[in-house]
């Protein structure tokens, strides 16, 4: 209902609205400094009524200071313009990780069986994003130019491409793997 979450993923103050992010759409609240307990949401984006489900599990969200939230679906990084408005559907889906995404040198990465953008973050200019990937595959990545011409440049956790196992096999953690990684979040350094 408009009055509560289902499932809080993530949330953003962006452009005097707070917007959450509850597992199958977006919520949001205009005027954050005024809210009040129970307050029932402005809007919602993403789906057709506040009581609709997107068939995608929305993850985290994220938002640049182009006035564009980033949202991880299962296998899609959607794109909308801010401020929310009811009922906005996305302006663009900028990754599709379901056709692969290219990586910098050659090749690609793909989905998965049971693989899903999780945590999911963008630097002020929106000219890198930074996504995380669940079990089976374990790694961080960034994507150089996301909106425009989306690149994989970087990806931790793995010594390659291909490589997807928790800590990559090895008998402990080491400071370059990674074992279900979760949210990611850029400091403002």
Known sequence: NEY????????????????????YRLLF???PQSLTNGKPADGYAGVTSFH??????????????????????????????????????????AIS??????????????RDFGDQFWGIDVDPDGNFLWLSTVEPIN???????????PVVDVILGQTNMTGTACNRNLPAPQADTVC???AVKLDRE
Do not use: C, E, M
């Not at 979450?5 to 103050?13: A, E, H, M």
């Open 52 to 93: 609709d489900k997107d068939i995608w599990t929305i993850n985290r969200i994220a938002a640049d200071n182009n006035n564009r939230l980033w949202v991880a679906h299962q296998s899609n990084v959607d794109v909308y313009q801010l401020p929310l408005t009811s009922g906005a559907k996305p302006i663009k889906t």
């Open 97 to 110: 990780y379901t056709t692969g995404l290219p990586v910098l040198g050659g090749g690609t990465i793909s």
């Open 139 to 149: 790694r961080v990545f960034r994507v150089r130019d996301p909106f425009t011409n």
């Open 4 to 23: 509560g979450l289902f499932s809080p993923r993530g949330i953003v103050i962006k452009n005097s609205q707070l917007i959450a992010s509850d597992g």
């Open 180 to 182: 279900y990684p979760g």
């Open 29 to 31: 609240w205009n005027n």
